[in-house]
């Protein structure tokens, strides 16, 4: 993960699924989820009245974890 805010940018928040859909209900703009975070980003956003579309997804390789992973990129509205 620590490449991907590199890639991005420092701005860039690293937060649970259900935070990063209360962050997105405030501020609007690109959401990436895991697929571990994926349902409870979407509970979250159900319960906060946001329809994240989904835009893409990538597989890759956390290699400090140890693991691969799928991330789905969301595009949440502006209030």
């Keep these: 993960m620590s490449s991907l805010v ?3 940018g420092t701005d860039t928040e690293i937060q649970s699924g259900k935070t990063a859909a209360d962050v997105a209900a405030k501020t ?3 959401v990436l989820i895991e697929d571990q975070e994926r349902q409870k980003f979407l509970k979250r956003a ?3 009245h946001i329809q994240p579309q989904v835009i893409t997804g990538t597989k890759g ?3 400090s974890r140890g693991r691969r992973e ?3 990129v969301y595009r949440v ?3």
Excluded: C, N, S, V
């Design 46 to 48: 159900g319960e906060l």
């Design 28 to 30: 609007g703009g690109l």
């Design 70 to 72: 799928h991330i789905t």
């Design 61 to 63: 390789f956390d290699y």
């Design 6 to 8: 590199f890639l991005l």
């Design 77 to 79: 509205a502006k209030p």
